[in-house]
C-alpha cells in the first residue's frame, strides 16, 4: 500500500509539473502578436507558481501564507481548474476535463490517506 500511496504524491508532483506545461502551452499557442505569445507563454505559468508558492508549496509547510482545511482546498481547485481551462484552449476541451479528473482523483485519494 505504501507503493500505491508513493506513487499518488509522484502523480500530484506531476499534475504540479502540467499546470506549468500546459500554461506554457497556452500562451505560445496564442493566436496574437509573437511577443504577446512570449509574455503569455512565460508570464502564465509564472503566476501559477507565484500562486503555489505563496499558499501551497510543499504541502503548505513552505508556503509564505499556507492555507489548510477548505481554504486548500480552493487554492487547489482553482489554481487545477485553471491549468484545466488553459489545457483546454490550448487543446481541447476533452483534455482539459481529463485533467481536471485526474487531479480530482489525487485530491481524492490524498485526503482519504492523509497525504499533504
Given at each position: ?5 508513493g ?10 509539473l502540467?499546470?506549468?506545461?500546459g500554461a ?24 501559477f ?68
Open positions: 500500500m505504501n507503493m500505491v500511496k506513487a499518488n504524491l509522484a502523480l500530484m508532483f506531476l499534475l504540479e502540467g499546470v506549468l506545461a506554457a502551452i497556452w500562451g505560445f499557442t496564442l493566436d496574437t502578436n509573437p511577443i504577446l505569445r512570449v509574455i503569455a507563454g512565460i508570464g502564465a505559468p509564472a503566476m507558481v507565484v500562486v503555489w508558492a505563496l499558499f501551497a508549496a510543499g504541502g503548505g509547510k513552505n508556503a509564505r501564507f499556507p492555507v489548510t482545511g477548505c481554504w486548500r482546498v480552493a487554492v487547489e481547485i482553482a489554481w487545477f481548474g485553471g491549468a484545466a481551462v488553459l489545457i483546454g484552449l490550448a487543446f481541447t476541451a476533452v483534455a482539459g476535463i481529463a485533467f481536471f479528473a485526474v487531479w480530482a482523483v489525487n485530491g481524492a485519494l490524498r485526503l482519504l490517506w492523509r497525504q499533504a
